[in-house]
């Protein structure tokens, strides 16, 4: 995006809560509803809104600690989303999302502390049996709760000061179709020259230098997708070529001493179900990982993984949700980092390790997840949490919601890391703390 965009965007995103908050009130309804009266076409800034399925989201947050592992921490700032869903024709319709984040929430390498994310910006055109998807957007694949090994299309923001899992991802712009083979079937094809890594905390003073790959027509992304749902047993199948969202280390040309990030070209080709009998759903996610590269520095990295989850959950009285999970990583040709000799390849191959849960040749632990309703629904609270068993890491995450009416919602929550240093997510034990979010949206 251009700086001159970005100005843009950024005076149209500071506007948006005035405008909107004019536009969508009592009086303003009332005027749009009045002209709709007096004619047939409505010309209001509200009537507008109205027809493009505008909504905006303010929020006001508080974070105990930074997530990009520089220190810094009691951080409270603003954020704004705005959220359009125009219908261009009877079969062209579209969406475009934007965020932008103020003052302590913003990225801590940004001169003002904020940050402007365009989320999504597509159009979809909808033939008879098929739709085609052209633009920005987000596409999240698997049926596992929380750990998705097949979902290797668009990135995430792990280090965004907000509070909830969709609030880390952002879209990559790509090709979409979607094919509906019958009612419960559909073939879904995938492709883009314009890879978009996903964003991992970094140890602030680390020095790596983050070789993001040329976005070319020969760097292309592919993907296919055979879907079933709306039947008993829901269930598809998948193949994916292209580039890890998740960066690993590696040492060489131009500066042979000096680490770098790393994207590495894979091919995955997973599968996932789902069933439900009564108040039990079982669902399981699996993806066989083969990098195309080589690593001299780790051969680890180079080593073809399997990722398995699978488990159930259970619906008691009428809101109250249980959900348990296995997960397995199993890695053949697996070498001990700390066997590796020469100093600089044995930390590269440590770190790559932590980065991908992959310390042993073979991982593995459970997720749970318990969450309920009270009060109409008004109050929900849920907490999850990830083990691994076999290096004793975990992960605990708590969280209340409130809704005030259904315009005002507050959130009070918390991230707790424990475990080794040398552990995926021992390493981010700094990144520990409580935060809080009121929001209000139009």
Known sequence: MTAQRTSVLKLALRAGPAILIVACSPAARAAGAQLTNESATDNSFAGFLSDQRVTTLVRSDYFQSSRTLDGRSNLAGAALQVKALPSLTASVDGKIEAR????????????????????????????????????????????????????????????????????????????????????????????????????IPIPAGAGLVNTKPAQTLSDSEFALKLNRTGGDFDWSV??????????????????????????????????????????????????????????????????????????????????????????????????????????????????????????????????????????????????FTVVNFTRSDRYIRPLVTYAFSDQLKGTLGGELYRGSPSTQYGSLRNSSGVFAELRYGL
């Open 100 to 199: 932008l984040i103020d003052s302590d929430l913003g990225d801590n390498e940004a001169a003002d502390r904020s940050v402007n994310r365009l989320l999504e910006a597509y159009a979809t055109i909808h033939f008879a049996r098929a739709d085609l998807r052209l633009g920005k957007q987000i596409i999240a694949w698997g049926r596992a709760d929380g750990i998705n090994p097949t979902d290797n299309l668009t990135p995430r923001d792990y280090t965004v000061l907000l509070p909830f899992d969709e609030d880390q991802r952002f879209g990559t712009v790509a090709l979409k179709l979607d094919t509906y083979l019958s009612r419960e079937l559909s073939l879904t094809v995938f492709a883009t020259p314009f890879f978009e890594p996903s964003n």
């Open 238 to 383: 998948s193949y994916f070529h292209g580039r890890s969202l998740f960066p690993t280390l590696a040492a060489g040309p131009p500066a042979p001493l000096l680490p770098y990030l790393s994207y590495q070209h894979i091919d995955v080709v997973g599968a996932d179900f789902a069933r439900n009998f009564g108040r039990y759903g079982f669902r399981s996610e699996v993806a066989y990982i083969r990098p195309t590269d080589r690593s001299a520095t780790d051969p680890n990295v180079g080593s073809p993984r399997w990722f398995l989850v699978a488990g159930m959950d259970r619906t008691l009285l009428e809101n109250l949700n249980f959900n348990l999970q296995f997960f397995t990583h199993r890695m053949s040709g697996y070498r001990n980092p700390a066997d590796v000799f020469e100093p600089l390849q044995r930390s590269i191959a440590v770190e790559n390790a932590i980065i991908l849960g992959q310390e042993d040749r073979a991982s593995n632990g459970v997720t749970f997840r318990m969450s309920n309703k009270w009060l109409n629904e008004t109050l929900e609270a849920e907490i």
